[in-house]
């Protein structure tokens, strides 16, 4: 498989990917600028597999040969994401669900 | 204040040590298995703190005083870039090896006495009480990480050897 050429096809190419293996994945919010590549792809996958903890934990990860940019990847609960809808301060600095973009289960997933 | 990368340098380097302990511990049969599995739960915790710090939109300072917590770590790292690196087309494998992952991360974090005292005391540092007894960890056999010595478990403790052999410290800021 060749890699993705540009930040957003990478982008989109890993949240296909959490659809395909996370069967309990409900929704992805991309909190990055596509447009910047210093910037590092960021998500926030809802996952009801989670374990809730009440606070939102992103973590980094390195670039692969396919997805060639930097990944953050912070996983919330659905009750979590509710909580984050009423007060959105808790979400980590930069960070905004009304600015991201939103990716839903696809049916075939 | 050292910086975030040296944090994550040195998270990463104290993880990597907590393992190789825990691998040498897991070699001798006459020692109590809450031995090894302290080491275990401190090579998880380490190594989570240490991708967390590559988060740079966190506050350093509140990186270093939360408790970060292992089971979220594997739910992200099992998402990372690496694993679909790791797991390319074998998807029906990783959808059972994330369901196991999950459920035996919980149970190590659990491990450290400050994770869920009251509804899991069975911590793997100091005694609690079980009604009228007093449990010791050095007594206690741990059934519910009997898991990990299934090919299961064992898949999750690759994934934690994996976690701490691909860490790389962040890049220094421009």
């Known amino acids: 498989m060749s890699a993705p050429q540009t930040k957003d096809a990478a982008a989109r190419n890993l949240i296909q990917w959490h659809f395909t293996v996370e069967p309990e994945l409900r929704e992805v919010y991309r909190m990055d600028d596509e447009g910047s590549l210093e910037e590092p792809i960021r998500l926030l996958e809802v996952n009801a597999a989670s374990v809730p903890t009440g606070s939102i934990e992103p973590f980094g990860f390195s670039p692969t040969e396919e997805i060639p940019f930097r990944t953050v990847i912070a996983e919330i609960t659905p009750e979590e994401l509710e909580t984050v809808r009423s007060h959105p301060e808790a979400l980590p600095e930069g960070w905004s669900l009304s600015r991201a973009e939103r990716f839903i289960r696809p049916q075939s997933a | ?174």
């Open chain 2, 1 to 174: 204040m050292p910086s975030r990368e040296a944090w994550a340098i040195g998270f990463a380097a104290q993880s990597r040590s907590d393992w190789y302990v825990y691998g040498r511990l897991t070699a001798d049969d006459q020692i109590p298995a809450c031995h090894e599995l302290h080491y275990l739960q401190m090579a998880c915790e380490k190594i989570a703190k240490a991708y967390r710090c590559r988060d740079t939109t966190a506050s350093l300072e509140d990186l270093l005083k939360r408790h970060v917590g292992f089971a979220k770590f594997i739910g992200s790292f099992l998402a990372s870039p690496s694993i679909k690196e790791a797991y390319r087309g074998r998807d029906a494998q990783l959808r059972q090896v994330a369901k196991l992952a999950r459920a035996l991360a919980r149970e190590i974090e659990k491990l450290a006495p400050a994770v869920d005292r009251a509804g899991s005391p069975e911590n793997a540092e100091y005694p609690w009480e079980a009604g009228d007894e007093v449990i010791p960890p050095c007594q206690y056999s741990y059934p519910r990480l009997s898991l990990l010595t299934s090919p299961g478990g064992r898949t999750l403790l690759k994934l934690v050897a994996r976690a701490i052999q691909d860490f790389q410290p962040p890049s220094p800021p421009p």
